[in-house]
């Protein structure tokens, strides 16, 4: 019986480690990515998707002095013509399905992990269009894909080469604007990750000493019985 | 001279705690009890565990937006993440303690007389659970739990007499505003009897455990220090999966909100309500999901009745092989009702069949034939 | 001699004991301590009150001679910018000679004497005052006017006459910019 529920303690322990890699199991968040992803972001994704789990003021988690956030913030014009302020939300562009054809952009603040694939599927499907192949009749305003489900996705393309400039001077194609935004909402459905790590090194370590303390502290207790 | 003792301050205003204490340093215990018989005591603590987070949580949970109010807790909460991870990942644990022991239990026959009582409270902790933990998932406002609530009240609504009254009032009609307030308090309410069977349980354990003739020992400090051993590695798994798999063996798609417009292709659900929802998809129709779920529980508390071995506990190498071949079922009917594929839905088949079988028969057989 | 080596090796068991009992029971209460921390530390003000209570305004849009009204930890604030006439009428009278002496430096952030940011409820009877659009009944010293109590107020908030006995109060604040004021 010991033998079989140290085999699955052994299992649980081990099992993490062989958990989809995407979401994080181990690594920490890559705040240079993200920042330029955020770039991307504001340029290119802003104008269609909405990220309402995400304040302005969280960005500093990236890294971003409040001055720097605070700035970037006072670029957006809200709904109401105010620019925004550290507190708002991101911008929601507040339009009806009607303006895209039917199909809203979903909200982009958690679709790393709302999507199976994680980082490897957003960025495939970024990088994924394609001229449609022989035999394939696309829908109206749809565009082929490699990676969406059923290849016909209602975005279009909207990376191109040096659509942004990086202020860290990393050469702008769309392979990198792709892998940076992906980055970016990779930190966005997941902000705590490297708190987390962080912490839970930590709590491992003290727990396998507590563990430790909690079998002599037993064993000697139980010398003196038997 | 007169050496009268004064009693301590708790035995005048606080009895309970100075009876614990008696309790503690009472030698009635038998020597060298074995950790896995700890298993119960960490699924208690869990639940208290869960009770404080909970409570933390229900300050900021709302369930008009579930979904966007356990945002709000993962991203503007101080330490709100980890309060919610602790929620989630301390019912993976529970219920996790609460499998162990349930395999823990046929293996030694738990269930025999005159133990009979105390597995009856305990099956009824674990069903209570269960009925909680989907609660709780259903609080989740995610895809999966949203259209897992709206076809369970759905159903209820299609039953008649007394199952489609009690269903009616249950669920309030079908999944819509005022549901989830109700199941919120349905919730707090499941925690607060679940205390209550570990109560009832621990009464009716402590009524039918003898005291050892010879060579007693306190519960302090022996079991206390071997107590704590349990709680720290159960403490180390539980701090690996919190903070290295938050999402362990949670349904992805659950994290997409809930929107009615949209159904899910596979209605999936946390790896611990798996196995029940595999049984409650073996029978076809609303009867057949509540014959395969109430059924599924109910062979278990029979247990007591279906064994037919007699005063003689020792379980032989064929019961032993056959439970474990019940576990590897159940993982196995668990993993069969989450994957999409057709082979999956095959499994189900089979594995829920041979669980049934080997309760309602291989059960009577098996122990009245070692009984010999 | 015996006795006080076998006595040596029974002390040093018995501290040895003692030392890993209280080294459990200070492992087991600081684990504890670091579990039950992160549930009372979430029960404290989320990001979302920490916001509100440390409040950013845009003040750049405010016309002279009128006030922008918000809410801040509940109380209405008044943010007014002030017109040359109405800062040279103000400057310099004597605190003294006030129900409530101040002086204007008391009363505005150097560098940004133009604006007066102050509480908007009377001191005397509590009551939302009158005078932020230039159209409102503001009184002898074109400032605020109570029109509950009649008390009044010169254009820094400062109490003029009536039954209040008190300067407006001024909120905590800074000016992040020429344009925002962040409050708390």
């Known amino acids: 019986m010991r033998l079989i529920f140290a085999a699955a303690l052994a299992a649980v322990l081990a099992g993490p480690a062989l958990a989809d890699p995407s979401q994080g199991v181990f690594g920490s968040t890559d705040k240079a990515a993200a920042q330029r992803g955020l770039l991307v972001y504001q340029t290119v994704c802003a104008a269609c998707h909405a990220l309402g789990a995400v304040h302005y003021r969280d960005l500093e988690a990236l890294g971003l002095s409040p001055d720097q956030v605070a700035g970037f913030a006072a670029g957006i014009k809200m709904q109401d013509g105010q620019p925004a302020t550290l507190d708002d939300v991101f911008r929601d562009p507040g339009m009806g399905a009607a303006a895209f054809g039917g199909a809203v952009p979903p909200d982009l603040s958690g679709i790393v992990a709302q999507r199976a694939g994680g980082v490897a599927y957003v960025d495939g499907v970024l990088t994924g269009y394609a001229a449609a192949p022989a035999g394939v009749t696309l829908l109206p305003a749809h565009y082929y894909n490699t990676m969406y489900p059923g290849g016909q996705i209602a975005m279009p393309n909207v990376l191109r080469d040096h659509a942004v400039t990086y202020a860290d001077g990393t050469p702008a194609t769309a392979a990198q604007e792709a892998a940076d935004v992906t980055a970016f909402l990779d930190w966005t459905a997941d902000p705590n990750l490297d708190a987390r790590h962080e912490i839970g090194v930590r709590a491992v370590m003290f727990l396998v000493f507590m563990s430790g303390v909690a079998i002599a502290a037993k064993r000697r207790v139980w010398r003196e019985v038997v | ?372 | 001699m015996a006795e006080t080596a076998l006595d040596a090796v029974g002390h040093g068991t018995q501290s040895r004991r003692e030392f890993l009992h209280i080294l459990t029971i200070a492992t087991g209460a600081v684990g504890a301590a670091a579990v039950l921390w992160p549930l009372v530390d979430a029960l404290g003000p989320d990001a979302d009150s920490d916001a509100a209570g440390h409040m950013i305004v845009n003040v750049a849009a405010i016309a002279e001679n009128t006030a922008m009204t918000v809410t801040w930890n509940g109380l209405p604030v008044y943010i007014r910018k002030l017109t040359a006439k109405q800062i040279a009428d103000n400057e310099f009278v004597v605190p003294g000679s006030l129900p409530d002496p101040a002086g204007y430096t008391d009363r505005v952030k150097p560098g940004y004497e133009s604006f007066v940011v102050v509480v908007g409820l009377n001191t005397g009877t509590p009551c939302e005052l009158e005078g932020n659009d230039p159209s409102d009944p503001r009184g002898p010293y074109d400032g605020w006017l109570c029109p509950c109590d009649g008390s009044v107020y010169d254009p820094l908030g400062r109490v003029r006459s009536g039954p209040a006995k008190k300067n407006l109060a001024i909120p905590h604040f800074t000016f992040l910019n020429n344009a925002q004021i962040q409050f708390g």
């Open chain 2, 1 to 372: 001279m007169s050496t009268e003792v004064k009693p301590s301050w708790t035995a005048s205003w606080l009895p309970f705690i100075s009876n614990w204490q008696t309790g503690l340093a009472a030698p009635v215990l038998v020597k060298e009890a074995p950790y896995l018989a700890i298993l119960p005591w960490l699924v208690s603590v869990g639940v208290i565990f869960l009770t404080l987070s909970g409570l933390v949580l229900a300050v900021y949970y709302s369930p008009a937006h579930a979904f966007e109010s356990i945002q709000f807790i993962d991203r503007n909460v101080h330490n709100g993440w980890l309060v919610q991870s602790f929620h989630e990942t301390g019912a993976s644990m529970v219920f996790g303690a609460a499998y162990l022991a349930l395999l823990r239990g046929l293996w030694v026959r738990g269930y025999k007389a005159p133990f009979a009582a105390v597995w009856i409270w305990r099956m009824a902790i674990f069903g209570l659970l269960l009925i909680a933990g989907w609660i709780g998932f259903t609080l989740s406002g995610g895809a999966m739990a949203d259209w897992s609530l709206t076809r369970a009240a759905q159903a209820a609504l299609l039953l008649t007499g007394a199952p489609g009254a009690f269903g009616t009032w249950f669920f309030g009609g079908p999944n819509g505003a005022g549901t989830l307030p109700r199941m919120l308090v349905f919730h707090l309410i499941l925690g607060v009897l679940v205390l209550g069977g570990v109560a009832a349980a621990n009464s009716a354990r402590k009524a039918v455990t003898p005291v050892p003739p010879r060579g007693a020992v306190a519960f302090h400090p022996y079991y206390t220090t071997q107590y704590f051993v349990a709680l720290s590695v159960f403490a180390l798994i539980f701090a690996v999966l919190v903070f290295f798999a938050p999402r362990f063996g949670q349904p992805f798609l659950n994290l997409v909100p809930a929107d009615p417009l949209v159904v899910p292709a596979k209605l999936l659900f946390p790896w611990y309500l798996a196995p029940l929802s595999g049984l409650g998809s073996l029978l076809p129709g609303i009867y057949g999901g509540i014959i395969g779920v109430v059924g599924g529980l109910g062979v278990l508390f029979a247990l007591p009745w279906l064994d037919r071995s007699g005063p003689n506990y020792r379980p032989g190498a064929l019961y032993k092989f056959l439970t474990l071949v019940l576990a590897l079922d159940v993982l196995g009917l668990g993993w069969a009702a989450s994957t999409s594929s057709g082979l999956g839905s095959v499994l189900v088949m089979v594995f829920g069949f041979w669980y049934f079988l080997h309760f309602l028969v291989l059960t009577p057989l098996v122990t009245a034939m070692e009984a010999e």
